[in-house]
Nanobody, 121 residues
Framework: QVPLVESGGGSVKAGGSLKVSCIYSEEAANKYCIGWFRQAAGQRREQVASVDRTGTIDYWHGHDDRFTISKDNVKKVLYLQGRNLQPEDSGMYSC???????????????WGKGTLVTVYP
């Protein structure tokens, strides 16, 4: 079973909203944390938001003002709702899961292929 499968990306006009989803496997569900990361063209991948096994949610790089992460443990789906999106939010959005406290990019051991989000002016 593929551990993480993202969907929901697409093109949206600046100021608009988009919600991406990540279906995760039982293996990913058993990890300490799961989160959303994004990578713009020519840029390093950065964390957006994560949720750990205790339910603690963290937003990174000030993303809590326009992004909301949520998780459906029954359906095993992780969501990321973005609002008032801007062109700089464009990039490949991927979900990752890992076992280290802090949920850093480097600690993720399972990755999806990502879903592309493009925000045009």
């Amino acid at each position: 079973q593929v551990p993480l499968v993202e969907s929901g990306g697409g093109s949206v006009k600046a100021g608009g909203s988009l919600k991406v989803s990540c279906i995760y496997s039982e293996e990913a569900a058993n990890k300490y944390c799961i989160g959303w990361f994004r990578q713009a063209a020519g840029q390093r991948r950065e964390q957006v938001a994560s949720v750990d096994r205790t339910g603690t949610i963290d937003y990174w790089h000030g993303h809590d003002d326009r992004f909301t992460i949520s998780k459906d443990n029954v359906k095993k789906v992780l969501y990321l709702q973005g609002r008032n999106l801007q062109p700089e939010d464009s990039g490949m959005y991927s979900c990752g899961a890992g076992d280290q406290y802090g949920c850093s990019d480097s600690s993720m051991t399972l990755w999806g292929k990502g879903t592309l989000v493009t925000v045009y002016p």
